[in-house]
């Protein structure tokens, strides 16, 4: 089936330690987005990126790292410099860079600091 | 940047009861998407309407982009029509997906 994967789909970290949450797909996407949110909230932007090798921060970026090497691959790091890092955190994917075309979204990683 | 308003925040209904939920944007945007994000946190496609209506079953979209704001219309409520409902633009350069705050809606049985 066509889609995109987020794994795994509940984490828990402890204080201190960095996390790497995984976004696959297979829709043969340019651009990815990493977003998270919070209880009763909307989306907010973390990173996204255009093409393999290039991304921007979004609006909350700080305490987070992405890497794009692989098309089909956005992982998320969750940093310890992440001040308030528990959340539920989404991934979407769209057709061409700079094209609009409609976005489609993973089923999201729930994230603990415990 | 952009912003997205989305009212009303809340509404509750009895089952059966039409809804329209609206859409406000502060810019010119290129394309516009209608999102459900049911009891388990899953954002589902209900449209994408950059402009003009759209209907699939029970649900509506009109999206006026000049007058930038758009509706998404829900007739014959079904308890499952409950969840958030959130719009998505995107800004100029087709980079960025905004998100507007949503919209959470109860339906009574």
């Known amino acids: 089936d066509g889609g995109i994967t987020q794994s795994p789909k509940y984490l828990f970290r402890k204080e201190g330690q960095n996390v790497t949450l995984s976004c696959e797909q297979n829709?043969?996407?340019?651009?990815m987005y990493w977003y998270r949110q919070d209880p009763g909230q909307g989306l907010r932007l973390i990173y996204y990126?255009?093409?393999?090798?290039?991304?921007q921060k979004g609006d909350i970026a700080e305490g987070y790292s992405v890497s794009r090497e692989k098309k089909e691959s956005f992982p998320l790091t969750v940093t310890s410099a992440q001040k308030n890092p528990t959340a539920f955190y989404l991934c979407?994917?769209?057709?061409?860079?700079?094209?609009?075309?409609?976005?489609?979204f993973g089923q999201g990683t729930r994230l603990t600091v415990v | 940047g952009i912003q997205v308003e989305q009212s009303p925040p809340d509404l509750i209904l009895q089952e059966g009861a039409n809804s329209t939920l609206r859409c406000n944007f502060s810019?010119?945007?290129?394309?516009l998407q209608w999102f459900h994000q049911n009891p388990w946190g899953q954002l589902i496609n209900l449209f994408y309407?950059?402009?003009g209506t759209k209907q699939n079953g029970r649900l509506s979209a009109t999206t006026v982009a000049t007058e930038r704001y758009s509706l998404l219309y829900i007739s014959s409520s079904q308890t499952t029509d409950s969840g958030v409902y959130f719009c998505?633009?995107?800004?100029?350069?087709?980079?960025?997906?905004?998100f507007g705050s949503g919209t959470r809606l109860s339906i009574r049985p």
């Open positions: 998505a633009v995107r800004d100029s350069s087709a980079s960025k997906i905004i």
């Open positions: 829709l043969n996407h340019d651009a």
């Open positions: 990126s255009q093409i393999v090798n290039d991304f």
């Open positions: 810019d010119s945007v290129n394309n």
């Open positions: 979407a994917s769209s057709g061409q860079a700079r094209v609009n075309t409609e976005a489609f």
């Open positions: 309407i950059p402009s």
